[in-house]
């Protein structure tokens, strides 16, 4: 006669794999961000630099992916639309997977409700309109709409600027 199935062997291997599955963090809820494509700016020199930030993605990715030790830091700068207008937000990046770029909020969205520091979105490139890699010392890779904000002030603004940030703009 035929032995009887033993489940322990096959008990335990359910429990191995899912085990090494992939889990999603529980305190932190994940969202995918709504759709929106770069709106045409009135700001020209705006939309230059957001322009130059999207031809330029593909430098981030390949840095974040095989990241130098020098970087302290990276983050993709989103843009979320919605009824009351648009609003641009630093991210932090967490990974990449085809072309979805999955992010962690920094700061709260005020157009939406529930986009709040530690949400985890998953974004497209076309919503995303900056990108940065910091350097250790200081210096700025990318940044392009940073570059046109810190363009735009004033000296004694500038100066300010660079000693609280310790950014260096090459």
Same mark, same amino acid.
């Given at each position: 006669? *035929?032995?009887?199935?033993?489940?322990?062997? +096959?008990?335990?291997?359910?429990?191995?794999?899912?085990?090494?599955?992939?889990?999603? !963090? @529980?305190?932190? #809820? $994940? +969202?995918?961000?709504?759709?929106?494509?770069? #709106?045409?700016?009135?700001?020209?020199?705006?939309?230059?630099?957001? $322009?130059?930030?999207?031809? @330029?993605?593909?430098?981030?990715?390949?840095?974040?992916?095989?990241?130098?030790?020098?970087?302290?830091?990276?983050?993709?700068?989103? $843009?979320?639309?919605?009824?009351?207008?648009?609003?641009?937000?630093?991210?932090?990046?967490? +990974?990449? &997977?085809?072309?979805? *770029?999955?992010?962690?909020?920094?700061?709260?969205?005020?157009?939406?409700?529930?986009?709040?520091?530690?949400?985890?979105?998953?974004?497209?490139?076309?919503?995303?309109?900056?990108?940065?890699?910091?350097?250790?010392?200081?210096?700025?890779?990318?940044?392009?709409?940073?570059?046109?904000? *810190?363009?735009?002030? @004033? !000296?004694?603004?500038?100066?300010?600027? &660079?000693?609280? @940030?310790? *950014?260096? +703009?090459?």
């Amino acid at each position: 006669m *035929y032995k009887p199935l033993q489940w322990k062997p +096959f008990i335990v291997l359910v429990l191995l794999l899912a085990s090494c599955s992939p889990a999603e !963090p @529980t305190s932190v #809820p $994940r +969202f995918t961000a709504p759709q929106t494509q770069i #709106p045409t700016l009135t700001d020209e020199e705006l939309a230059e630099a957001v $322009r130059e930030a999207q031809e @330029t993605l593909h430098i981030w990715r390949q840095e974040f992916l095989a990241p130098k030790q020098s970087y302290s830091m990276t983050s993709l700068k989103v $843009r979320f639309a919605g009824e009351g207008g648009v609003e641009d937000m630093w991210t932090e990046p967490m +990974f990449i &997977l085809d072309n979805v *770029y999955t992010v962690r909020m920094v700061e709260g969205v005020t157009l939406e409700k529930g986009i709040h520091p530690g949400r985890l979105l998953d974004v497209k490139p076309q919503d995303i309109v900056d990108w940065m890699l910091l350097e250790e010392d200081g210096t700025v890779i990318g940044g392009y709409t940073l570059r046109l904000e *810190y363009e735009r002030m @004033t !000296p004694e603004q500038q100066k300010r600027y &660079l000693e609280i @940030t310790g *950014y260096k +703009f090459e």
